[in-house]
């Protein structure tokens, strides 16, 4: 059964440094999404993905974080300068296409992002 | 602003008692309500919606627009029902889920 994958499973990086963490969707998926989950706390949407442009972004996705498709199969969060409270869990989310009701989101197992 | 609530973190039961968990959703239009579940180390699935009005693993969810709550229910309980779960809520055009907190159903043996 064809599953979202998700690269790196685990992130250590410096405050104030980079990342891009990446997904590979199932493969004839249109919908995407980033959630995070920072420890104890509830999955929080970031931003939904669609025909390669955002559709929709919450408060926490500020200037900090972008996505992209570039190649047409990796979707990627990219955190320009991670902060100490950056450190969560983050699920990458894929749903296939169809009429917009809901159908299943699929995620990914996730990649566990600290910033020291 | 759209939000799910899971009161409880914990559930606890034994094996074969019935299981109820509890969500309450504030959403102003016609909601769209699922569970997830996350089993120990696995990924978030779905587990039910409530459009389908299906049941899985014995687990059944009611909709109650009056009391704004989408439930969790199964009659008796399983060991391997053990697991995470989490209610969600769906909103607008572009697919966002908002989630509880979360409720980790415990069955004991």
């Known amino acids: 059964e064809p599953e979202v994958t998700q690269t790196p499973s685990h992130q250590v990086t410096q405050m104030g440094q980079e990342v891009i963490l990446r997904c590979v969707p199932i493969?004839?998926?249109?919908?995407f999404y980033w959630y995070r989950q920072i420890l104890g706390q509830k999955v929080e949407f970031l931003v939904s993905?669609?025909?390669?442009?955002?559709?929709?972004k919450s408060e926490i996705f500020d200037d900090q974080f972008s996505v992209e498709r570039p190649d047409g199969s990796n979707f990627t969060l990219k955190i320009r300068s991670t902060k100490l409270e950056d450190s969560a869990m983050y699920f990458c989310?894929?749903?296939?296409?169809?009429?917009?009701?809901?159908?299943?989101?699929?995620f990914g197992p996730g990649t566990r992002l600290t910033v020291l | 602003a759209q939000r799910v609530t899971q009161p409880e973190k914990l559930l606890s039961v034994f094996k074969g008692a019935p299981v109820e968990l509890k969500c309450n959703y504030s959403?102003?239009?016609?909601?769209?309500l699922f569970w997830y579940v996350q089993y120990s180390r696995q990924r978030l699935q779905l587990l039910l919606r409530?459009?389908s009005r299906e049941s899985i693993k014995g687990f059944t969810a009611d909709l109650n627009k009056g009391e704004t709550s989408f439930h969790l229910k199964k009659p008796f309980a399983q060991e391997e029902d053990s697991a995470m779960y989490y209610c969600?809520?769906?909103?607008?055009?572009?697919?966002?889920?908002?989630f509880g907190q979360g409720t980790t159903l415990q069955v004991k043996p």
């Open positions: 969600a809520s769906g909103s607008g055009n572009t697919g966002k889920l908002i």
């Open positions: 409530h459009i």
């Open positions: 989310a894929t749903e296939s296409s169809g009429t917009r009701n809901y159908n299943e989101q699929f």
């Open positions: 959403y102003s239009g016609s909601p769209e």
């Open positions: 993905f669609y025909n390669n442009e955002i559709s929709e």
């Open positions: 493969s004839n998926h249109l919908y």
